[in-house]
């Protein structure tokens, strides 16, 4: 029998925002190393100041009011309870929009999207553009967490929205869009799940990381081999100790707010385009809501697990697999490792539209939201059903 989803309000009680406070009150920091800020991981200076404004100044109450302002529910499924925003489109005929938010994220990403998706008439774009976006938090991530629950893949979590998508909320078809992990989330959805979609859109493309992958390579191939070679030397390193030893890490960031939020703002700062300064583009309330979620779900060493998976176990895309619905990319000048389209069309065999962003990086939703979703519009736009499907 499907499962009926339940509304959901978001309510930390006060004795766990005190506790934070408490907590960030005796923050015990490192001393800084020699040679300059962020030289070798977060800063320390930059992090006194984030925890003296996250202790003194933050206002939690008013990021759960900026969450709670869309229709959020629950649901039981495959053995977890399924956190998702559902937000209905304002237009003739909306198409259903699936999002899929990624690691250190959560649906916060979102807040500034979705409503240019469901009600593109209010951002000076056509209603017939319209989608019903539905966002949930991926399995193991903030509010589709708690403790001793089952851990999910790639693989598992695409099957998981899959379901939620036809099963449980009854549509039969639908759109997908990701990044980071929702961009494999999305690819995989692709693969295994294409006579569901109308189409996917990414702003990451779930392309091997192999540097024999090329041989012979163009000049646009040899920039992205030398992409790779420094991120696979510099900023792989979060990936093998979440990959390899998630429970250990999970103790001291499960244990220190301020060590939580090191290990996530240094990644918002280096794979965003904002030129060494996080705050030019994000705001601190920003950078604490996400982490905040992180922090009050406990849900910082279960978000590890899609890369244990992927460690352990197969491609999402399996040897030979191709993605064969029709798929739109956008490509943000500071994403972390940006294929080039030679490459990404092994996999995806059917790209509709390939655009270059004159801004932006890893978190587009967050950075670009105007940008992002015009481009999702523009996507989907001949792929829409025809009215009142």
């Not at 929205?161 to 692709?190: C, H, I, K, N, P």
């Not at 540097?211 to 081999?225: A, G, K, Y």
């Amino acid at each position: 029998m499907t499962a009926t989803p339940s509304p959901f309000t978001l309510r930390i009680p006060d004795a766990q925002i005190e506790d934070l406070r408490e907590r960030l009150s005796r923050t015990r920091f490192p001393d800084q190393a020699p040679g300059p800020a962020w030289a070798y991981g977060t800063d320390v200076d930059y992090m006194r100041g984030l925890v003296e404004y996250w202790q003194t100044s933050f206002n939690w109450r008013a990021a759960e009011a900026r969450l709670n302002a869309f229709p959020q529910y629950k649901v039981p499924i495959r053995g977890i309870e399924l956190h998702y925003l559902h937000m209905p489109g304002k237009g003739p005929s909306p198409m259903p929009l699936l999002l899929s938010h990624g690691w250190p994220g959560s649906v916060f990403e979102f807040l500034d999207l979705i409503p240019r998706l469901a009600d593109p008439a209010q951002f000076g774009a056509v209603p017939a553009d319209a989608f019903t976006v539905i966002a949930p938090s991926l399995p193991g991530y903030g509010l589709s967490f708690r403790p001793g629950q089952e851990r999910f893949s790639i693989e598992a979590i695409a099957d998981c929205f899959a379901e939620l998508m036809t099963s449980v909320l009854g549509y039969s078809r639908f759109g997908a869009q990701g990044g980071d992990w929702g961009g494999f989330v999305t690819s995989r959805l692709g693969f295994a799940h294409r006579a569901k979609l109308f189409g996917i859109h990414l702003n990451l493309l779930a392309v091997r990381r192999d540097p024999s992958m090329l041989t012979n390579p163009t000049p646009e191939e040899q920039r992205f081999l030398e992409e790779l070679k420094i991120w696979l030397k510099e900023e792989t390193g979060y990936q093998w100790i979440q990959g390899t030893r998630p429970q250990t890490l999970a103790f001291a960031l499960t244990d220190s707010p301020a060590g939580l939020a090191a290990w996530i703002v240094e990644k918002f700062r280096v794979w965003s385009d904002c030129g060494g300064d996080v705050e030019s583009v994000f705001t601190e309330d920003k950078l604490l809501d996400n982490i905040a979620l992180y922090w009050f779900t406990g849900a910082i060493g279960s978000s590890f697990w899609p890369y244990y998976a992927r460690m352990h176990g197969p491609w999402p895309i399996p040897d030979g697999g191709t993605i064969d619905v029709p798929a739109g990319y956008c490509q943000f000048p500071k994403e972390i490792l940006r294929p080039p389209r030679s490459l990404a069309s092994r996999t995806y065999r059917d790209i509709r539209r390939w655009s270059e962003m004159p801004r932006g990086g890893h978190f587009a939703a967050m950075e670009q939201p105007d940008a992002l979703a015009s481009e999702i519009r523009e996507f989907f736009r001949p792929l829409r059903p025809s009215p009142g499907f």
